[in-house]
């Protein structure tokens, strides 16, 4: 498994490894995108939920992954609170912008629109501590 890759649970590092015959496009587009994110600004990748079955969303469809980005709330101005916890890692927000534009120039969303049209591979939404990273392919990407 991928060194610079936490989960929150082990529940995700479950559905991280069943992930890769699920959706093999988007695994390797998350693998990938943490070896950069480790590579370009040494940053830890934290998948935080992949696979909600019922929603509607593209989590019940195993193609999307959710990527926890870093909130300095998480670590209290308390040097011992400092001390990170790895499972509790993420990118920053730059990165998480920068693994985006990276990611267009090699993966789309929806591979029949051009890159300009589709939906966007990586969503960056939720407030506060919630803030996430959420990488996301098109319904070419799954066997249905
Ligand atoms: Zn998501």
Redesign the pocket.
């Known amino acids: 498994m991928n060194h610079t890759i936490n989960f929150k649970h082990g529940r995700q590092a479950e559905e991280f490894a069943l992930l890769r015959h699920k959706n093999p496009a988007l695994y390797a587009m998350v693998v990938a995108s943490a070896d950069f994110a480790w590579r370009e600004f040494r940053q830890w990748t934290t998948i935080t939920?992949i696979y909600r079955p019922g929603v509607d969303?593209v989590?019940a469809w195993w193609r999307?992954?959710?990527v926890r980005i870093y909130h300095p709330s998480r670590w209290p101005d308390d040097p011992v609170a400092k001390l990170r916890r790895e499972d509790e890692e993420g990118w920053s927000e730059e990165a998480a912008y920068e693994i985006a534009e990276w990611l267009d120039r090699w993966i789309w969303y929806d591979d029949a629109l051009p890159e300009d049209e589709g939906h966007e591979v990586i969503v960056v939404h939720g407030v506060g501590m919630e803030r996430?990273a959420?990488l996301?392919l098109g319904p070419w990407s799954v066997d249905t």
């Open positions: 939920s969303s989590h999307g992954v959710d996430h959420h996301q």
